[in-house]
């Protein structure tokens, strides 16, 4: 097991403590009716967890980045999909805002996020633009002291129930990703609507929703930096969000591996229990240690990140290799649980369905590969 600190060690127990005692009984109901967790955001919230890298005085818990790969790796274990909420919530909208927000925006718009009073989502991805955030459709044109925005978005986390949303835009199609800006806009604006939601496989307690402005009037006070910022502004906040989204592999990765400890302890054939069988006991050495791998190169992201060091390859790294094994180790907790391991009894089929989803958002396998990649080139 990787060493942590004794701050890291507390912090860990406390959000353990808080997961079984309020996430983990109410999981399995949260996946089976598509249900937004909203008592157990506020309980997160009151802890501080809706605000993790915030300092206290614009109302956040002024922890370090492990610390916040810690709580989102404790909460997935509970619940994949409450993990999710709090890592959109955490990376994907606070840490933008307060990295790129003007003094203005970052009072106006981060302590009510960090409190849990308000919920924050992203918006990047379009139906023609997903890998390919160049390719951004969505426009924004300025009138005066506004922009004008027409567009669709689509695959927006957290979007039904979110009060601010970070979206990205084009205000000059010609230059491609360089002519991406970021607004920061409220829900209710008008021309702003929630169109379709998703019926998902998997995280089914989050929702995920199209996003439609039909000439929405947006301030000009409300971009993120200037016009032609929004790619760096959007790439650079995918860096730390692939850690959370690596944080949640790993907590989903961890519970199915608890489980299939437990049944396999108590599940007997041929005359012994299963966890004795050697086949058995192979899948659960190889689970175990590709899970570890995995906190291992995302706690050494959260390290490099903590300490303002270049952290781009590390975290694509990470996100890449702790969904693969989000994946794999769900899949053989399904075999070890055999036909039970089918039906929503035992729990690790939502397990397979929640990890699927961490080799897809915040950039595919695919693309992290391309990243990791691209770094290799460099350093030759």
């Known amino acids: 097991m990787i060493q942590l600190s004794e701050d890291h060690r507390m912090i860990r127990a ?34 501080g967890f809706m605000g993790v890298n915030i300092p206290p005085e614009l109302g956040g818990a002024g922890m370090d980045y492990l610390s916040y790969a810690l ?58 633009a997903g890998s390919d955030a160049g390719s951004i459709k969505c426009e924004a044109k300025r009138e005066g002291d506004h922009y004008v925005v027409n567009g669709v978005k689509n695959w927006v986390t957290n979007g039904k129930e979110s009060d601010v949303v970070i979206l990205f835009v084009t205000t000059d199609p010609s230059k ?47 971009r993120l930096g200037e016009e032609g910022d929004g790619f760096k502004i959007a790439m650079h906040t995918l860096d730390g969000g692939r850690i959370g989204i690596a944080a949640q592999a790993v907590g989903i990765a961890r519970d199915a591996l608890d489980k299939s400890l437990k049944y396999a302890l108590e599940r007997e054939t041929m005359g012994k229990k299963i966890a004795h069988h050697q086949g058995i006991q192979f899948k659960f050495a190889d689970m175990a240690t590709r899970i570890e791998a995995s906190q291992a190169l995302l706690y050494n992201a959260c390290r490099l990140k903590d300490a303002g060091e270049p952290y781009t390859r590390e975290s694509a790294m990470c996100k890449l290799f702790a969904a693969e094994t989000a994946m794999w180790v769900a899949t053989q907790a399904i075999q070890i649980h055999g036909g039970y391991g089918y039906t929503r009894e035992f729990g690790v089929e939502r397990n397979f369905r929640d990890a699927k989803i961490t080799e897809i958002y915040e950039g595919t396998s695919e693309v992290q590969r391309i990243v990791i990649a691209s770094h290799l080139y460099k350093s030759v």
């Open 14 to 47: 406390a959000g353990q403590e808080l997961v079984e005692k309020e996430i983990t009984p109410r999981a399995a109901e949260t996946d089976k009716k598509h249900e937004f967790p909203k008592g157990v955001i506020q309980t997160l919230a009151s802890q």
């Open 176 to 222: 491609k990703h360089k002519g991406v800006t970021c607004l920061i806009v409220e829900k209710g604006t008008p021309g702003f609507t929630v169109g379709k939601l998703e019926d998902k496989l998997g995280i089914t307690g989050s929702s995920t929703t199209e996003f439609v402005f039909e000439n929405c009037k947006v301030p000009v006070e409300n």
């Open 71 to 128: 709580i989102i790796e404790e909460v997935s274990k509970g619940c994949a999909s409450t993990g999710v909420i709090v890592s959109v919530n955490n990376s994907l909208t606070l840490s933008p805002l307060f990295t790129f927000g003007n003094e203005s925006q970052k009072q106006k718009w981060i302590p009510p996020l960090a409190k849990g009073e308000k919920l924050g989502c992203f918006s990047l991805s379009e139906p023609g």
